[in-house]
């Protein structure tokens, strides 16, 4: 099976999914978005209002800070892949539980089997903390690894994983939105010495 008909198919499985209370309380699951082939993968938290409506990750005001930055280094959407480690929307927008994560990072995990990215972006510190225990790290406060890279192995190949502040954070407080395309840019940097 290729990765079109994979990705399809877990698609659809997260879209079907009631592992978690969440399932219940969702207008639409957000299984992610982009190329299957991405060498960038971005990962944030969770489904805010507007990503829960249309089913599609960053689609709200955190969505079009992501946008500015992957334009300001020549990334398009399509051919990066984003998506959350918790697929559906929490009441409120409120952080997503252990359990949660728990029972929804299985898909996140098979997603990057499938994709294979060169590059994983997590995007916030729940993000970055699951990304960097899953490959072997100790996860750090964000604002001291944020724009650091970790090389993983798999076994697929080598893995970098540049740990960022979350868009959301730099609509909060702005210097965050400076280190961010600062950050891009040395993601920019890494992806091109990765060729
Ligand atoms: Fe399933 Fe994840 Fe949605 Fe929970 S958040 S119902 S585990 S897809
Ligand atoms: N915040 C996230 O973490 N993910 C989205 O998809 C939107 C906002």
Same mark, same amino acid.
């Given at each position: 099976? #290729?990765?079109?008909?994979?990705? /399809?198919?877990?698609?659809?499985?997260?879209?079907?999914?009631?592992?978690?209370?969440?399932?219940?309380?969702?207008?639409? =699951? @957000?299984?992610?978005?982009?190329?299957?082939?991405?060498? @960038?993968?971005? &990962?944030?938290? =969770?489904?805010?209002?507007?990503?829960?409506? /249309?089913?599609? $990750?960053? @689609? #709200?005001?955190?969505?079009?800070?992501?946008?500015?930055?992957?334009? =300001?280094?020549?990334?398009?959407?399509?051919? &990066?892949?984003?998506?959350?480690? &918790? /697929?559906?929307?929490? $009441?409120?927008?409120? +952080?997503?539980?252990?359990?949660?994560?728990? %029972?929804?990072?299985?898909?996140? +995990?098979?997603?990057?089997?499938?994709?294979?990215?060169? &590059? !994983?972006? $997590?995007? #916030?510190?729940?993000?970055?903390?699951?990304?960097?225990?899953? *490959?072997? *790290?100790?996860?750090?406060? !964000?604002?001291?690894?944020?724009?650091?890279?970790?090389? %993983?192995?798999?076994?697929?190949?080598?893995? @970098?994983?540049?740990?960022?502040?979350?868009?959301?954070? =730099?609509?909060?407080? $702005?210097?965050?939105?400076?280190?961010?395309?600062?950050?891009?840019? /040395?993601?920019?940097?890494? !992806?091109?010495?990765?060729?």
């Amino acid at each position: 099976m #290729g990765k079109e008909e994979l990705m /399809k198919r877990l698609e659809r499985r997260i879209k079907g999914c009631q592992k978690c209370p969440l399932g219940q309380l969702r207008t639409n =699951a @957000v299984p992610g978005a982009g190329s299957y082939d991405a060498e @960038v993968m971005f &990962v944030g938290e =969770a489904p805010g209002y507007w990503e829960d409506q /249309k089913g599609l $990750p960053f @689609v #709200g005001r955190a969505g079009k800070v992501l946008d500015e930055l992957l334009g =300001a280094i020549g990334l398009s959407r399509e051919e &990066v892949y984003i998506t959350n480690i &918790v /697929k559906c929307r929490p $009441p409120e927008n409120r +952080d997503p539980t252990e359990d949660e994560i728990k %029972a929804c990072s299985p898909y996140l +995990d098979r997603q990057i089997d499938i994709i294979r990215p060169k &590059v !994983i972006v $997590p995007l #916030g510190r729940y993000s970055m903390g699951y990304i960097l225990r899953k *490959f072997g *790290f100790e996860p750090e406060p !964000i604002s001291k690894i944020h724009g650091k890279t970790f090389e %993983a192995h798999t076994l697929f190949g080598k893995i @970098v994983i540049m740990p960022m502040y979350h868009p959301a954070a =730099a609509l909060y407080k $702005p210097p965050l939105r400076e280190e961010l395309k600062k950050d891009f840019e /040395k993601l920019k940097e890494v !992806i091109k010495s990765d060729k």
